[in-house]
């Protein structure tokens, strides 16, 4: 028999419930006005001659490149190329980041070993290393995908760690007293004590990731975003510039939406275990 776990609210926390989902649709609404105004004074601007057209573009340039990219087959194939490659780095250095700041957690000896290449190799301007990564991985993908996943790896490590080693340690203690081992306290305390702060630093893995792509892209590319971006500054096309920085906007937005989504199910799922 299926059993069902129903809450009955008082009238006072149901309205204090509808007040927390109209504050969050105000707050929608305001970022969507701001956007559509912020659009508008720029088509203004630039129709009224006040913002040179050919420096800042403007949304209906834009959109006009936009379709003409969409009409030669190259828009969505540019960006297949670099949200391919974003989403590539993001996974593989998302993931290696936890699991290496697992390891470091359950090792102090090995944490304490770490923590001065950590910082060192975090505090390395990732650029320098562009000609190293493509005498290693090739001119290619391999080369870009190598780039972001050097960006992003280290914050993931040492943030993640940094989250789990800030968990409540009478916690810990308690689980040890009871006779847990690291294995267990780690699934039943830790993880689930870092659960947010782990879904902040995939929303900064996002933007990490972009950046990661976009620098390999400028290094060593036939296609893709960060492609059509130098392209662009080269024949002086602004158009195509301020085009391309829009759609890797657009996309980075649409990823950050859905861990956003990914943030809303662990939080009902963390309330349901509380209730």
């Given at each position: 028999?299926?059993?069902?776990?129903?809450?009955?609210?008082?009238?006072?926390?149901?309205?204090?419930?509808?007040?927390?989902?109209?504050?969050?649709?105000?707050?929608?609404?305001?970022?969507?006005?701001?956007?559509?105004?912020?659009?508008?004074?720029?088509?203004?601007?630039?129709?009224h001659?006040?913002?040179?057209?050919?420096?800042?573009?403007?949304?209906?340039?834009?959109?006009?490149?936009?379709?003409?990219l969409y009409?030669?087959?190259?828009?969505?194939?540019?960006?297949?190329?670099?949200?391919?490659?974003?989403?590539?780095?993001?996974?593989?250095?998302?993931?290696?980041?936890?699991?290496?700041?697992?390891?470091l957690?359950?090792?102090?000896?090995?944490?304490?070993?770490?923590?001065?290449?950590?910082?060192?190799?975090?505090?390395?301007?990732?650029?320098?290393?562009?000609?190293?990564?493509?005498?290693?991985?090739?001119?290619?993908?391999?080369?870009?995908?190598t780039?972001?996943?050097?960006?992003?790896?280290?914050?993931?490590?040492?943030?993640?760690?940094?989250?789990?080693?800030?968990?409540?340690?009478?916690?810990?203690?308690?689980?040890?007293?009871?006779g847990?081992?690291?294995?267990?306290?780690?699934?039943?305390?830790?993880?689930?004590?870092?659960?947010?702060?782990?879904?902040?630093?995939?929303?900064?893995?996002?933007?990490?990731?972009?950046?990661?792509?976009?620098?390999?892209?400028?290094?060593?590319?036939?296609?893709?975003?960060g492609?059509?971006?130098?392209?662009?500054?080269?024949?002086f096309?602004?158009?195509?510039?301020?085009?391309?920085?829009?759609?890797?906007?657009?996309?980075?937005?649409?990823?950050y939406?859905?861990?956003?989504?990914?943030?809303?199910?662990?939080?009902?799922?963390?309330?349901?275990?509380?209730?």
């Amino acid at each position: 028999m299926k059993n069902t776990h129903t809450v009955d609210y008082s009238k006072e926390h149901k309205i204090y419930l509808r007040n927390e989902k109209n504050k969050k649709l105000l707050v929608y609404f305001a970022q969507i006005v701001i956007l559509i105004l912020l659009f508008a004074l720029w088509e203004i601007l630039t129709k009224h001659n006040i913002l040179d057209v050919f420096f800042f573009s403007s949304p209906t340039r834009v959109l006009k490149t936009i379709t003409s990219l969409y009409k030669n087959g190259e828009l969505f194939y540019h960006m297949k190329i670099t949200l391919e490659e974003t989403l590539i780095a993001f996974i593989l250095a998302t993931g290696m980041g936890f699991i290496i700041a697992f390891v470091l957690w359950l090792s102090e000896y090995t944490r304490k070993i770490s923590e001065p290449y950590l910082v060192v190799l975090n505090s390395l301007p990732k650029v320098a290393l562009g000609p190293i990564i493509i005498i290693w991985m090739g001119a290619g993908k391999n080369a870009i995908i190598t780039m972001a996943i050097l960006i992003v790896i280290i914050v993931t490590i040492m943030s993640v760690l940094n989250s789990f080693l800030s968990c409540d340690k009478d916690m810990i203690l308690l689980c040890k007293s009871l006779g847990a081992n690291k294995l267990q306290t780690f699934f039943k305390v830790v993880l689930p004590n870092s659960l947010p702060d782990i879904v902040t630093i995939f929303k900064i893995n996002i933007g990490l990731s972009w950046i990661g792509a976009i620098m390999g892209e400028y290094l060593v590319s036939r296609a893709g975003l960060g492609y059509l971006l130098i392209y662009g500054s080269q024949v002086f096309n602004l158009d195509l510039v301020i085009t391309s920085t829009f759609l890797l906007c657009t996309l980075a937005s649409i990823m950050y939406f859905a861990v956003s989504l990914f943030e809303k199910f662990v939080n009902s799922q963390r309330t349901q275990i509380r209730s």
